[in-house]
């Protein structure tokens, strides 16, 4: 049996679309690199481009996770095994720091981590 042939419009539209997806990837990833950076930078207390676990202790961070993780902040053991995890999964020169880039993909975990859980509660 002969399937249907798809139009040249449909193709056209079709191969844009990967092209669009990854535009809009590439956007949303420039606006969290922003975001993060003016979050990271409110919370350097130093100034020396490094956080430290004391750094992520404080009402600056608490505000950050509401904003990562849709509002909802934790109870203060889900705080500090998220900054466990942050620390030790991103800090990989093993100076008891966090980068600038290790905090920027700790949080967009964070928040791919909401959209994920949302996401599936709509299945």
């Known amino acids: 049996q002969d399937l249907p042939r ?9 191969s844009e679309a990967p092209a669009a997806w990854r535009e809009l ?13 003016s979050r990271f930078d409110a919370l350097d207390a130093a100034g020396d481009g490094a ?4 750094d992520l202790a404080g009402a600056e961070f608490a ?7 849709g509002h909802t902040l934790p109870d203060q053991e889900d705080v500090e095994t998220l900054i466990d995890a942050a620390m030790r999964g991103a ?5 008891g720091t966090l980068a600038r880039e290790d905090f920027e993909a700790f949080t967009w975990r964070l928040k791919r981590m909401v959209a994920d859980t949302d996401f599936e509660a709509c299945q």
């Open 6 to 14: 798809i139009s040249e419009k449909h193709l056209a539209v079709a």
């Open 25 to 37: 990837v590439r956007k949303k990833g420039l606006i969290h690199r922003d975001w993060a950076k």
């Open 51 to 54: 956080l430290r676990r004391g």
């Open 63 to 69: 505000r950050v996770l509401l904003e990562c993780l």
């Open 91 to 95: 800090n990989v020169e093993g100076d």
